[in-house]
Each structure stands twice: as C-alpha cells, then as structure tokens.
C-alpha cells in the first residue's frame, strides 16, 4: 500500500474498486450506485450487467455521468462468476471489494470492510451476515448457512461466519493469484 494519508488514514493516491455483477436489478440499482457515490471511499464503481432484461440494462446505458462508474455489458447471462471475472479484468483499485446489487448490504460498512487490509491484518475480508446475533432475523436460512458454513470451514481450515456473504474484499495482490473459474458463485 502506498504511504498513509492524514485524511481519515487512507493511503495517498487509494482506490477502492467496487464489483457490482448484476442482473435484473432495475428495482434497486440506482439507489444503490447513489450510496456507493456518497461513501467518501475514493472510489470506482465496475458494474457489470449479465444480460439483465427487466430494464437494468436500459437504466445502464442512461446512467448519471459520474466520473468513477464503468459499466460492462454481457449479452446474455453468463452468471455471477463470469460478471465478476469481467469486473475484476477492468478494476484498477488497490483493493477491489464484490457488492450485490439488491440493497441487501449498505455501503456504508467499506470503512470496516477494508480497515484489516489498510492496517495489514488480512489481505482478505469477508462480510458477515450473522454477527453481533442477527442470525435471528433469517430463521431456518440462518440454521442452514450455519451449518453448510461450519463444514465448509472443517474443509477448508477456516473460521468463517457466513460462507455466502456477498461482501469479498480482497487486496489487489491476491485478487491477481486467483484463477476463477467458475461462472456461478
């Protein structure tokens, strides 16, 4: 990372990269891409459309003409690993961060998200939906994820809380060593 900043401890000259796969989003997309522009992460925004038909598109190609937002455009849908591998092959941030685009999770929580990588705890961060006890508001889902989670961590030698979180952030270094393959995710 490059030298520290006096403004809020970001690093002189950061850029967060933020993934945006989407498909069918219309309902929620433009509020969305209006509190990822209000986040004061220096930021560039990679939304990538996997064919969407339900007018995402459309609302794509008449976007506000923000300086920061890149959008790709699949023609049909490839699914959500093939829209990250685009997203990921056109990000120039020092740390690229995978948001969903249905409002689920809120921008506001970067800061958090990319804090372990910035003070060189973890070069990769995973969101989690179950912290602090909130495993309650997703009833038996919670129940499932948990347990799919606590063996997917006995697998892998991990200590996960959320195997299906959508946030993944990951230093730019790491990103570039993974091969991804997969097209769903």
């Known amino acids: 990372m490059p030298a520290q900043s006096t403004q809020d401890s970001l690093p002189v000259g950061f850029l967060l990269s933020v993934i945006v796969p989407v498909y069918n ?36 190609q008449n976007r506000p003409d923000w300086d920061h937002l890149v959008v790709c455009f699949h023609n049909t849908n490839r699914g959500k690993g093939a829209a990250l591998r685009t997203g990921f092959a056109v990000a120039k941030g020092d740390i690229i961060l995978i948001q969903d685009g249905d409002l689920e999770y809120d921008p506001a929580d970067y800061r958090r998200l990319i804090r372990p990588i910035l003070q060189d705890e973890a070069d990769v961060v995973y969101g989690s939906r179950f912290q602090a006890g909130q495993g309650h508001r997703y009833g038996w889902f919670y129940r499932g994820n948990w347990l799919l989670t606590r063996v997917s961590n006995v697998v892998n030698g991990l200590t996960l809380t959320d195997m299906e979180t959508c946030y993944k952030v990951f230093r730019r270094e790491v990103l570039d060593t993974l091969d991804t393959v997969a097209n769903s995710w």
Not at 25 to 52: F, H, K, M, Y
């Open 25 to 60: 989003e219309a309902a929620t997309l433009e509020r969305l891409l209006e509190r990822i522009q209000e986040n004061p992460i220096p930021c560039e925004i990679v939304v990538v459309d996997d064919g969407s038909t339900d007018g995402t598109r459309e609302l794509l």
